[in-house]
């Protein structure tokens, strides 16, 4: 059974900074597509960021900006996202994603696990 655990969410101002974590069990990160979205209340899940199988790696440009990047440590199964210079445009239930192959892409129906969400709040 695959279960994706996040983790690293919170309050914070705004240019402030979190990593989220995803701790991955039934499944070995580095052989999938993983991936994380958020949503807002009121909003459409949204992707953010994507690795994949050896290098790939994929931005939403227009919603991050460079300010966050996806990291995979395969030695603990897990999947990051540092956020940098958060804005209160950011705030959101953030959640991992592992799709059903090695690279899913943007899409969010690509992907078959999810985890439970965490929220990130930024304060203006």
């Known amino acids: 059974q695959v279960q994706l655990v996040e983790s690293g969410g919170g309050l914070v101002q705004a240019g402030g900074s979190l990593r989220l974590s995803c701790a991955a069990s039934?499944?070995?990160?580095?052989?999938?597509?993983m991936g994380w979205f958020r949503q807002s209340p009121g909003k459409e899940r949204e992707f953010v960021a994507a690795?994949?199988?050896?290098?790939?790696?994929?931005y939403n440009v227009d919603s991050v900006k460079g300010r966050f990047t996806i990291s995979r440590d395969n030695a603990k199964n897990a999947v990051y996202l540092q956020m940098n210079s958060l804005e209160p445009e950011d705030t959101a239930v953030y959640y991992c994603?592992?799709?059903?192959?090695?690279?899913?892409?943007?899409?969010?129906?690509?992907?078959?696990?999810w985890g439970q969400g965490n929220q990130v709040t930024v304060s203006s």
């Open positions: 994603a592992s799709g059903e192959t090695a690279w899913a892409g943007r899409g969010a129906s690509e992907y078959e696990y």
């Open positions: 039934g499944r070995t990160v580095s052989r999938y597509s």
């Open positions: 690795i994949g199988w050896g290098v790939s790696i994929l």
